[in-house]
């Protein structure tokens, strides 16, 4: 008979170490990485639309980092000598050469990167966080053992399915739960007056539609969509609603095996991300890559390339 | 990890320390309670900053030490428009980042705690946002205390719409009070004008819903 202590340990082993097959990892780290490089260029090509060698702007409310270090200026070449050598870690990273590594460097890059940018008026978002934790978590794992150029050419062993698991269900946990803090926050700060009426999403809508002005005709400049929506009070109640209720079950994903079930689940997550971004301009709008972390991408690898090798011979037969 | 035990180990570390921060509320990178859009206080209306590309554009109306008047603009300071923006509409008009608002709202005792020993005061009492504008300028440009090619004052000039509660939540948008107001920052300190009306730029006040 169990104890109750082995059947914590069974339960702990089912939810972390059961979940995935060896191969899954590498295949998540190499499209993972693909995406992190256009994620990552997109969150910080704001610092390169300066002048490189223009003025050194002195920052009114350095990141916390910054102050302890002394960088209180921004010297715009910096950022694109940064930005390159950062999409370049993201591509090392994804292609499995010098992978730690490459992970210390992407590390270092965002919070160069995230540090200039939130240096200059003060206002430090959230988008990097949660890449941040992921990237924790593919540095301490052996994501580079498999699926990469090093892996190959050294001909490193395989991994077992557990340690491919692990880290995997790390990440899906911390994504999920990001969202779940998400709505918590929102009741520890505002109670449900978040969602009353309208509530902060009308504010947000009407705020972000005007912030550009108005055109002579008297239509907003911009995100016209989200005025129009911050004219119907119903529907913006509704979509809050929704939000609690995503927020609130997101976590449950935890539970699902059928990948066929989750990508309707990550499809309705993204679709917030997206409605986030056209209503309010929210920059999120490319975070749904992290999501290869929940499925067996190897597999989805396999897929693809027999479906590429299939159409290359097509094409040759043809010819 | 070498095997199944280091693994749950290393797990247990890990969530101890990201999850931990949600209790304590840190929300300093690269650890967060995911706040984000979470603050909302219902105000008795919705005061939102009415943009004007054009004006952002040009800049802040400035004056040197020696009188001279010109325009500052982002082009001028090398800051990215999105950041300019937020100079332009918030700062100057002593707004400060969602996070110092949010930072010490709705507190529990333990976290006031820890934030007032470790931190420091609550950003919110004593706002100088503005102040920081105008030093910043100086240093970008290079300019002394006793330069007299200084900056000594900066205006930036917005309209303000503010939607009733009623009318919004009927969403009816279409007769804001419209009010045009300049923020107006000098070595001696900042200034809010509205109509004929100027004031000190209140330092403890709650913010609105300016974005």
Redesign the interface.
Known sequence: MNSPATKRRSLVDWFFFDWHEAGALGAVRFYFGLGLAVYLYYQFDQNLKIDAFGPHFHFTRPIWYFSLLGIDTNIPWISYLVMILLIAACLFFALGKWTKPAIIAIILGIFYMKGVRDSFSGDVHHREIPIFALLVLFFFSKCDRMFGIDARKKNLAPIEPWESSWPLRAMQVYIAMFYFWALMAKLRLSGFDWFTGGGRIQEVLISRAVRDGFTPTGEVVNLSLGWDLAQVPGLVWFFGALVFAFELFFPLILLVRDWRLKLIALLGATCFHLANYFLMNVQFFLYPFVFVTFFNMNVFHDWLMGKLRLRKAGRAAAT | ?TS?QS??R??AV??VI??GA?FL?V????????????????GPD?T??????DERERGFAAQRANGQRLYVS??????????????Y???AFNN?????D?ER??LMSFNRWWYETLVGPDPRLDRR?AD??L???N???GYGKADPRRIVRLEASLDF?S?EHAD??????SRPRIQRRTAIITEQGSFLRKGDVTTPMPRRSERG???
């Open positions: 990890m199944k693994a749950k290393f797990l890990y969530f990201f999850f949600i509320r929300d300093y990178f690269p650890l967060s309670w995911v706040p984000m859009y979470g603050y909302h206080v219902t919705v939102v900053a009415i943009g004007n590309k982002a082009d001028d300071l090398g800051v990215p428009n999105a950041n300019f923006r937020r100079l509409h918030q700062r400060g980042p969602p996070q110092d949010r709202a709705a946002y920081q504008l030093v910043s300028v240093k970008t440009f719409a939607f919004v939540a009927v969403g009816n948008l819903a300016v974005e």
